[in-house]
């Protein structure tokens, strides 16, 4: 198996998973977590230095999932890797589970921040990379943001802040999938020309597939060789990616499966 179809097979199981439990749950967000299932994949399985038996081990890369709504896609990359175990997926968004709607980091191991109100994520990943700076340390802080998300003001605030202090070991990941909870995004408040807004606050840019494994990898290696800046990487991709009847489909922002479609959806996804 090459290392492309390795993780192919694991942003597929991630997916299996979100649709299984956002199913059991009655209630989540699916779009957003099914189209930043590959981007998370790489992150997770080849990308980032983890150690599931030590989720506080100092040296090691951190990912802040700054639109927190996703959290499903967060919380299958975590249990397919060792966090916790598989099982507790169909507890979501249940009584007294710790996988609540939003990631939550005092309850779930392997969340580096707490996120849902729309964003801050990027703020706090700053403050990471900041940090790893002034230690010296060789790990490197990733954060993936909604492109509804980036309507934000305080988004702005912290991507001047990001320049400004040469964070260079701060990727963030752009999910450019098109749509946000009340339609197209360029209906609701376009973001675009976002490339080069981007490169106007100080930032290498790198535009991508982001269902393209190759182009995800390379881009990842490309912001390793940035000096001097962060690194936004934007990723064109499709909400509700894998499950035909979700993709590019607004209503399916926020929307569980119902059980007959859940079978439809696994079948497809594998």
Known sequence: MSNYEFLQKKAQ??????????????SGHPGG???AADIV???????????????????????????????????????????????????LRKLKSPL?????????????????????????????ALAGKLDKGSWRVHVLLGDGEIQEGQI???????AHYKLDNLV?????????????????MSVEPVADKWR???????NIDGHNYQQIIAALDEAKG????????????????????????????GNAPKPEELDQALSELE
């Open 226 to 253: 940035v000096k001097g800046k962060p690194t936004m990487i934007i990723a064109k991709t499709i909400k509700g990616k894998g499950v035909s009847f979700m993709e590019n489909q607004v209503g399916w922002h």
């Open 33 to 35: 977590s099914l189209s």
């Open 100 to 128: 609540q709607g939003h990631p939550d980091l005092k309850h779930v191991p392997g969340v580096e921040m707490s996120t849902g109100s729309l964003g801050q994520g990027l703020s706090a990943a700053n403050g990471m």
């Open 41 to 91: 994949s790489v992150l997770y399985f080849k990308e980032m230095r983890l150690d599931p038996q030590q989720p506080k081990w100092p040296d090691r890369d951190r990912f802040v999932l700054s639109k927190g709504h996703a959290a499903p896609v967060l919380y299958a990359a975590l249990a397919e890797k060792g966090f916790f175990p598989v099982e507790q997926l169909k507890t």
């Open 156 to 162: 702005w605030e912290a991507a001047m802040a990001a």
């Open 172 to 188: 963030a990941f752009l999910d450019h999938n098109g749509l946000q909870i009340d339609g197209p995004v360029t209906n609701i």
């Open 13 to 26: 199981t991630l997916r299996k998973y979100i649709v299984e439990m956002i199913t059991e749950a009655g």
């Open 200 to 206: 106007a606050f100080g930032w290498h840019v790198i």
